[in-house]
């Protein structure tokens, strides 16, 4: 007979990382102190989605039989694109403004395996009691003149410290694996793109963004058509329809 003496042998150990250094542009160092804590409120912000999002996959995957999310990445904005954006904007540099103008300090960009993944997730997440959904822009129906593909939402979660509940704003992208390997190498290429033969790579790169889209829907059309082969409806179900 084995005994365990260890009363949490069921429980799996994890570190708890300390939030890391935070560079303080010279534009915040009067505010250094509330920076900090409001980069942490970001980060914790992230988390807290971040496992809203793991859980349903989790639920989705036992139902379905299948993952719909392949990756979760995520990011606080850097100090500098924010210093950056607040100046851009002619906004004052200061917490305050950061937390008042800013939606994509606290990004969020889930891959999903197939189009319908996208609406599915992006639903589920918006119904959650504790979610308020604040804009929405649908990419994927309405492209960019470019022909960036995504799913965009802003919206806040509480997140309790021990001082009381905060919430905090996130912007979740939500897009298909072809859709993000697209972005990824525009975002690449768009550094190069003041080349002499400019409009000539733009042309082609808004063809490729097209043609990753249709790939989406052929690909989204082969797997209903093995669903319904794996699942195929009950005579009962065709006499009805």
Not at 61 to 87: D, F, G, H
Not at 90 to 108: H, R
Not at 174 to 184: E, G, K, P, V, Y
């Amino acid at each position: 007979m084995n005994i365990n003496m260890n009363p949490n042998g069921e429980l799996v150990q994890s570190a708890v990382n300390a939030p890391g250094v935070i560079e303080i542009p010279d534009s915040f160092i009067a505010e250094a102190k509330q920076f900090r804590e409001l980069m942490m409120m970001y980060t914790c912000a992230i988390r807290e989605t971040k496992t809203k999002l793991e859980v349903l996959n989790d639920e989705l995957a036992v139902r379905n039989q299948r993952n719909p999310i392949q990756m979760i990445k995520s990011r606080v904005k850097k100090p500098s694109s924010i210093t950056e954006k607040l100046q851009r904007r002619g906004l004052p540099v200061s917490v305050k403004s950061v937390k008042d103008n800013l939606d994509d300090v606290a990004g969020i960009r889930v891959i999903c395996s197939f189009l319908d993944d996208i609406y599915t997730v992006a639903n589920m997440l918006a119904r959650q009691d504790d979610v308020d959904v604040l804009m929405v822009k649908d990419y994927i129906r309405s492209p960019k003149a470019n022909g960036y593909r995504s799913y965009h939402m802003i919206i806040q979660v509480p997140i309790y410290f021990s001082n009381g509940k905060t919430k905090m704003r996130v912007e979740v992208q939500l897009r298909t694996l072809a859709m993000d390997f697209w972005a990824s190498l525009d975002h690449q290429m768009k550094y190069k793109k003041n080349l002499d033969d400019a409009d000539e790579i733009i042309e082609e790169l808004t063809a490729c963004a097209e043609m990753i889209a249709a790939a989406d829907l052929r690909m989204q059309r082969i797997r209903e058509k093995i669903d319904e082969r794996e699942n195929p409806p009950s005579p009962f179900q065709r006499d009805r329809d």
